[in-house]
């Protein structure tokens, strides 16, 4: 069910060419472990200035907006949740509005869902995302991303980018804590 609605998902972006990447959980699959997750998230190359277009395309999709306001709420948040009604299956559409983003955005990665080409985050993309969120469940994730794919993570990458979250308040330790991982 899940890999259905990611892939019809990513047509409909396609078709309305807005750039997008599948973070968070789905891309864990992908690049780590094997883990229960019933959530869809999923970076659009769009800033809150394209909400019509993504409400649109939640339309097209039958996708119920969740908030009551959403465009205030996408405004405050920088993020869209919306359900599938019927599996009720949530997916979150990211709006992205820093240099990070768009660069990330620039090294998605294809994986074909059934025949179709999804785009992914990058694995080093993935384990950025995880360790700016730094929540238990990231830290796992991060670790089996990196057993996973040990020789061929690009660490420069991912050290540049903690280094720049790292000047943010509440980041600090960032970097510190991804050397820690790599140990």
């Given at each position: ?25 789905q ?69 992205s ?26 694995c ?9 969120a ?50």
């Amino acid at each position: 069910m899940l890999e259905k609605l990611i892939k019809k998902i990513a047509q409909r972006l396609d078709e309305d060419n807005i750039p997008y990447m599948v973070i968070g959980g789905q891309a864990v699959l992908v690049y780590g472990r094997a883990r229960l997750t019933r959530d869809i998230d999923i970076t659009l190359g769009l800033d809150t200035d394209g909400f019509s277009l993504v409400e649109e395309v939640c339309k097209k999709l039958n996708l119920r907006i969740l908030p009551e306001k959403p465009e205030e709420f996408a405004g405050e948040t920088k993020v869209l949740p919306t359900e599938e009604p019927k599996s009720k299956i949530r997916v979150d559409f990211v709006f992205s509005f820093s240099e990070y983003e768009r660069k990330a955005l620039e090294r998605v990665v294809p994986v074909q869902i059934d025949n179709y080409p999804v785009m992914f985050a990058s694995c080093e993309d993935v384990i950025i995302h995880k360790i700016v969120a730094g929540r238990a469940v990231d830290e796992e994730d991060v670790k089996s991303i990196l057993i996973k794919n040990k020789d061929s993570i690009d660490l420069e990458y991912i050290t540049g980018w903690l280094l720049e979250f790292s000047k943010i308040s509440g980041h600090e330790g960032i970097l510190e804590g991804f050397n820690r991982l790599l140990e």
